[in-house]
């Protein structure tokens, strides 16, 4: 096991993956540790600027993970936001406030109800048919092909389709929310949003522009979409302002389906990679429900969000003051050898298997059902064909220090 103490804040140490290794020691030795700030070089249009991130304490043990999130009194989300990254200005702070994620109770559980009241379990269920219906002509394409980028034809597709169905937006501008997502996750990515901060403001005019155009449309003809059940809701007596609505309909495009794509893709690479794997579930739909767990939890798609100590307090032997800012991983928590028999290896048969992927506590996933009967639709489809997927050449990876992805996989399906 290496010693090297790498530095988790800079995109740079995820290029080849996870630093499982590194989080692995970590564990063991440091469980909550102090990671140095870094001076990180962006740009805004033409003109360079170094942004000063603080150091923060890194989280990294299943148990510490699920106290953290359980305690928002304490580890506050809104306090100075919920990503890695400093907010650059008290705009910005305010930008991510705005944001469910980025909100503390009571403001939190207010919007939450409204967001519940109207995206249910049974929302995704009643999906169930048009998502089978997609995954099937999406897989009928990928496997025609002699060799195909399994992100774009496979992973990124079917959970845009659904996106569009689930908001009532017309399935041709799912390229839009590729693009904002891109532009917003992919911002430290040169191939995205390449560390421009205009480009990040760009994308919330962009994107907060459609918003508003697509709420008034269906606040003047409602129809059975999530849209406009957001725009019509009511909680406390009181409608959802359209700033509110703004930010959710950011959430929702980003959070809906990103996420799920670097899921799919993250699976897609494994099984590609593992003949042995993915002999094991082919013809074998029934398994699918427990693999796509598997890979939930071996992906972690999202691999941190961040807290801000609202008090000096004590956190797994470690203490923290007030207005310390701390990461809790759950890259690391999902790989914790004291939770997981084996954590390093893929077991689609896992059970329990009670990985973080989806957080935990009061801001736990709320999309944790869709994002299941996606995936897990989609591999069902594949099973018959998975017998004979091979990759074709080295993927390419997201630079990111918040999102495990990737950018292409080229794959053959024989
Ligand atoms: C594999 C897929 C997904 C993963 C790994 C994932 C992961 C997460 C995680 C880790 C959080 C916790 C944030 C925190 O603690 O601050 C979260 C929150 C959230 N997710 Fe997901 N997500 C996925 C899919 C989705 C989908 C499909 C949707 C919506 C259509 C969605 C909507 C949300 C929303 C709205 C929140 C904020 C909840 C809150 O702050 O109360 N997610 N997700």
């Known amino acids: 096991m290496p010693s090297v103490t790498m530095g988790l804040a800079d995109p740079a140490t995820y290029a080849d993956g996870p630093p499982h290794a590194e989080f692995a020691r970590r564990r063991r030795e440091a469980p909550v540790a102090w990671v140095e700030g870094v001076l990180l070089e962006r740009h805004s249009g033409g003109s360079a600027i170094v942004q000063r991130q603080d150091g923060y304490w890194a989280v990294t043990r299943h148990r510490a993970v699920i106290e953290a999130s359980r305690a928002p009194e304490v580890f506050s989300s809104s306090a100075r936001g919920p990503f890695l990254a400093d907010p650059v200005s008290r705009g910005d702070l305010e930008r991510n ?241 004291s939770v997981f028999v084996d954590a390093d290896r893929f077991d689609p048969g896992r059970s329990p298997n009670p990985h973080l992927a989806f957080g935990v506590g009061p801001h736990f996933c709320l999309g944790s059902h869709l994002a299941r009967l996606e995936a897990t639709t989609l591999f069902q489809e594949l099973a018959p064909h998975l017998a004979r997927l091979r990759p074709t050449g080295p993927p390419l990876r997201l630079r990111s220090n918040f999102m495990n992805g990737l950018k292409t996989l080229p794959v053959t399906f024989g």
């Open 97 to 337: 406030r705005q944001l469910l994620a980025g909100m503390d109770p009571p403001e939190h559980t207010r919007l939450r109800r409204v967001v519940t009241s109207v995206f249910t379990p049974a929302t995704a269920r009643r999906m169930r048919e048009s998502i089978v219906d997609h995954a099937a002509r999406v897989v009928a394409r990928a496997v025609a092909g002699h060799e195909v980028d399994a992100v774009a034809a496979i992973a990124a597709e079917l959970p845009l389709l659904v996106l569009a169905d689930l908001l009532g937006i017309p399935r041709q501008d799912r390229g839009l929310f590729l693009q904002w997502s891109n532009h917003l996750i992919g911002f430290d990515d040169p191939a995205f949003g390449g560390g421009d901060v205009a480009v990040v403001n760009r994308t919330f005019v962009e994107a907060f522009a459609y918003a508003i155009e697509a709420g008034r449309a269906k606040r003047r003809r409602p129809a059975e979409d999530l849209v406009s059940r957001l725009v019509t809701a009511e909680v406390d007596g009181r409608r959802l302002t359209e700033t509110e609505f703004c930010h959710l309909w950011l959430l929702l495009v980003v959070a809906g389906h990103e996420t799920t794509r670097h899921l799919v893709s993250g699976g897609l690479e494994l099984l590609a990679g593992r003949p042995d794997l993915s002999n094991q579930l082919a013809g074998r739909p029934d398994l699918m429900a427990g693999a796509v767990d598997e890979m939930l939890r071996w992906v972690t798609p999202i691999m941190q969000f961040r807290r801000t100590a609202q008090r000096e307090v004590e956190l797994d032997g470690t203490r923290i003051s007030a207005g310390d800012k701390v990461v809790l991983y759950y890259i690391s928590a999902n790989r914790d050898e």
